[in-house]
C-alpha cells in the first residue's frame, strides 16, 4: 500500500517534469476545427499503414458538435520527433488528442501534464514554506517558552477554527483580481503558507519543549553551545518525522485550495495550465455530459491525494480530511 | 466553562466580521466600480456616502459597529436591500444543507466504521478501500462528480434548491421540491466526512476491542455483539466526538465549493459574490454568520465530548 502511494508520486512527479517531452501539443495551441473534440482512438490493427496511427478527426456538424474519423486517410503516430515522445503533425492529419479538446480547442492531455508542473508546484512551495515558518517559530517559542509561547498557542487555537477555504478566498478577493501569472504564484503561496504554518508551529513547539530537557541536549549546553546551534543541529532535527507527517496533510490540501480557488476564478488566469483552471470548464453541466473527459484534471487531483493517502495509512497513522 | 465559551463564540464572530470589513475595505477598489464607466461623479458619490465609504476605515468600523450592537448589519449594495434578512435567509439554506450532510455522514460512517474496526472479513477490507478512495475526493469534485453522474442519468436535479417554476408551489410541494434537490450538495458534502468518520471510528474501534475491560467482558462470556455494542463502541466514540467540531468546520468550507458547483444560494455563494463585487457591509455580515456558525459547531463538539467522556465532564480534562 505505502509502497503503491510512493511509486504512484513518483510517476505523477516525473510526468511534471517531462511534461514538454510527454505532451504531444504545446498546452496553449488552439485547434480551431477541434472545439470539445473527443479523444484520437489510437488502433492498433484495421490493417492501416504503419500500427499504431489514427484516424483524423472532421467536424461533421458544428451546432450539435459531431465528429467523424475520416477512415479513407489513416495517420501514423510520430515517435521521438520535435522532441517529443509522440506526436501527429497538424498537416499531416492531426492533432493527436489522447484526452480530447477543451472549449478552446486546446489538447487536454497536454495541458494536464502541464498543469502537474503548476499545481504541484504550487502546493510543494507552499508546503516547504509552511514547514520551514512553522518551525523556525515553534522551535523558537518551545526553546524559549513563556510569552510568546502563550500568544502562539492562542494564535493556532485561532486559526485551527477558521475555515482555510474563505479566509484563502478573502485574502486573495481583498487584492486585485487580474494578476499576472508569477505573482498568483507568489499571492497563493503567502496566502497558503500563512494558513499553514500556525499549526506547524504548534507541534514543533511541543516537541521541543518537551526534547529541550533531555540529557543529550543538557550536555550539549553544559559543553557551551548556543542556543541557535541546539536548535539548528539536535532539537529540530527530532522534529523530522513530525514535519514529513505534516507535509502529507497539507500537500494534498494546498492541491485542493489552489483547484477550489482557480474553479471559482480567483486563483491562476485561464492562460495558465493548472487542475484548478482546467476544471473551469467542467462547470457547464449541459457541455459536460457530451464531453466527460472535461473531468480529466479531477481524476489527476484525485490520484494525487489518494497516492499521499497510501502513503499515509502505510505509515499506520489515519487519513483524515477535516482542513480542506 | 459555559460563560468561557460563550465569551470565545462572541470574540470568534467579532474578530471575524471585524477583519473582513477592514479586509474588504482596505482592498483596492470599492463597490462603486458596479456602477460601470459612465456613473456620473454625483452617483458615485452618492453610493459611497451611504455605503459610509466617504469616512476614514476605522471611522466606518466604529459607525458599522454602533449599528450592529442594535442588529442593524447595513445595506448590500448588491441586492439593494439589508444584509440581515439576506445573510439570515443563506445561512439558513446552508444550514439545511451541512445538517443534512453532518447527518448522511454520520449514519454511514459510524455503523460501517464499527464493522471495520471489528472484524477481519472481506467486507471489512472493502469498507477501507472505499473509504480511502472517498478520502481522497474532497468536495469539489465529489461534486463534480455527481453533477456529471445527475446529468447523464437524469435521476437527480443537477443544480439549484428549487425548480425554476418552484415560485408558485404550496409549501408542502415545495418542500418536496427542495427535499428533491438536497440528496446530491448533501451526499456531495459529507462523502469526505463519512470517509474521515469511518477511518476514526474503525481505529478506535479496534484500540478498544483491545483493552483489558473487553477482553474481561469476552472472558465473563459476554456474546461479542454484546461486548462491541455495550462495551466497546462508547468507549470508543469519544476520539469521533473530539473531531465533531472540526467536522462542522469542515463541512461550512466544504459547502463554499459544493454551494459553487451545485448553484445552492447558501453563506458561501453569498459571500463570494459580497467579496467580487466589494459589497462591503454583505461581506462583513457574512463572516459574523460564518463565525456564528463555528463557534456554535465548537459549543457542539464540545458538548459531544462531555457527553462522551466523564473526564472532561467533571473538569480533569485532558
Known amino acids: 500500500m505505502k509502497r503503491a502511494g510512493q511509486w504512484m508520486l513518483v510517476v505523477v512527479a516525473l510526468v511534471a517534469l517531462a511534461a514538454p517531452w510527454l505532451a504531444p501539443n504545446p498546452p496553449d495551441r488552439r485547434f480551431p476545427g477541434s472545439l470539445y473534440a473527443p479523444p484520437s482512438t489510437v488502433r492498433l490493427f484495421d490493417g492501416g499503414p504503419r500500427a499504431p496511427f489514427i484516424y483524423p478527426q472532421r467536424l461533421v456538424s458544428p451546432l450539435e ?173 527530532a522534529t523530522a518525522g513530525y514535519l514529513a507527517a505534516q507535509a502529507t496533510l497539507l500537500l494534498p490540501a494546498f492541491i485542493m485550495a489552489e483547484a477550489t480557488l482557480s474553479y471559482v476564478g480567483l486563483g491562476f488566469p485561464d492562460t495558465v495550465p493548472t487542475w484548478g483552471t482546467m476544471l473551469q470548464d467542467a462547470a457547464n453541466v449541459s457541455l459536460l455530459v457530451d464531453a466527460p473527459w472535461m473531468l480529466a484534471p479531477a481524476a489527476a487531483i484525485f490520484i494525487v491525494v489518494l497516492a499521499v493517502n497510501l502513503v499515509v495509512q502505510g505509515t499506520g497513522r489515519t487519513p483524515v480530511q477535516l482542513e480542506p | 466553562m459555559l460563560a468561557q465559551r460563550l465569551i470565545f463564540a462572541l470574540l470568534l464572530v467579532f474578530v471575524v466580521s471585524s477583519a473582513a470589513l477592514l479586509l474588504a475595505r482596505l482592498a483596492p477598489g470599492d463597490v462603486t466600480a458596479q456602477l460601470g464607466p459612465f456613473a456620473s461623479a454625483s452617483e458615485i458619490s452618492g453610493i459611497r456616502a451611504r455605503f459610509d465609504l466617504d469616512r476614514s476605515p476605522a471611522g466606518q468600523w466604529l459607525v458599522w459597529l454602533t449599528r450592529v450592537v442594535r442588529f442593524d448589519f447595513g445595506d448590500s449594495f448588491l441586492y439593494n436591500r439589508p444584509v440581515r434578512g439576506l445573510v439570515v435567509r443563506a445561512a439558513a439554506n446552508t444550514a439545511v444543507l451541512a445538517v443534512a450532510a453532518l447527518a448522511l455522514a454520520t449514519l454511514l460512517g459510524i455503523p460501517l466504521g464499527v464493522v471495520s474496526g471489528s472484524r477481519h472479513s472481506a467486507g471489512a477490507a472493502l469498507i477501507r478501500a472505499v473509504s480511502l478512495v472517498c478520502l481522497s475526493v474532497p468536495p469539489l469534485l465529489t461534486s463534480l462528480l455527481l453533477v456529471f453522474i445527475a446529468a447523464s442519468t437524469r435521476w437527480f436535479p443537477t443544480g439549484g434548491m428549487t425548480s425554476v417554476d418552484a415560485i408558485g408551489l404550496r409549501s408542502f410541494a415545495w418542500l418536496a421540491d427542495v427535499a428533491a434537490h438536497l440528496p446530491l450538495p448533501a451526499l456531495a458534502l459529507a462523502l469526505p466526512v463519512a470517509a474521515t468518520f469511518e477511518r476514526l471510528q474503525a481505529q478506535s474501534m479496534t484500540e478498544a476491542l483491545h483493552q483489558p475491560f473487553t477482553v474481561a467482558a469476552m472472558a465473563r462470556g459476554l456474546s461479542p455483539r454484546d461486548v462491541i455494542v455495550r462495551h466497546a463502541w462508547p468507549v470508543s466514540l469519544r476520539p469521533i466526538c473530539g473531531v465533531y467540531g472540526l467536522a462542522i468546520g469542515a463541512l461550512l468550507s466544504g459547502s463554499f465549493v459544493v454551494e459553487f458547483v451545485t448553484a445552492w444560494p447558501g453563506l458561501g455563494r453569498l459571500m463570494y459574490e459580497a467579496l467580487r463585487a466589494r459589497d462591503i457591509y454583505l461581506v462583513a455580515g457574512c463572516a459574523a454568520m460564518g463565525g456564528l456558525f463555528l463557534a456554535v459547531g465548537s459549543v457542539i463538539g464540545d458538548l459531544l465530548l462531555a457527553a462522551a467522556d466523564p473526564r472532561v465532564r467533571e473538569g480533569q480534562a485532558t
Not at chain 1, 147 to 154: A, E, M, N, Y
Not at chain 1, 168 to 196: C, E, K, Q, Y
Open chain 1, 65 to 237: 458538435r459531431r465528429f467523424e474519423e475520416d477512415t479513407s486517410r489513416p495517420v501514423s503516430l510520430r515517435w521521438f520527433t520535435d522532441s517529443r515522445l509522440v506526436t501527429v503533425p497538424e498537416a499531416g492529419g492531426g492533432p493527436l488528442l489522447l484526452l480530447g479538446a477543451d472549449s478552446l480547442g486546446r489538447d487536454t492531455f497536454s495541458r494536464l501534464v502541464y498543469s502537474a508542473r503548476t499545481s504541484l508546484a504550487l502546493a510543494l512551495v507552499s508546503t516547504l514554506a509552511a514547514l520551514f515558518v512553522g518551525a523556525l517559530v515553534g522551535g523558537a517559542a518551545g526553546y524559549a517558552g513563556g510569552g510568546i509561547d502563550h500568544v502562539l498557542s492562542r494564535f493556532t487555537d485561532f486559526v485551527l477554527v477558521l475555515p482555510a477555504i474563505y479566509v484563502a478566498l478573502a485574502l486573495r478577493a481583498a487584492m486585485p483580481l487580474v494578476l499576472p501569472a508569477a505573482t498568483v504564484f507568489l499571492v497563493l503561496t503567502a496566502i497558503f503558507a500563512l494558513l499553514g504554518w500556525p499549526v506547524v508551529a504548534r507541534g514543533v513547539r511541543a516537541i521541543v519543549a518537551s526534547e529541550r530537557e533531555r540529557e543529550y541536549v543538557v550536555a550539549g549546553r553544559a559543553l557551551g553551545a548556543t542556543p541557535w546551534r541546539l536548535l539548528g543541529r539536535h532539537l529540530l532535527p
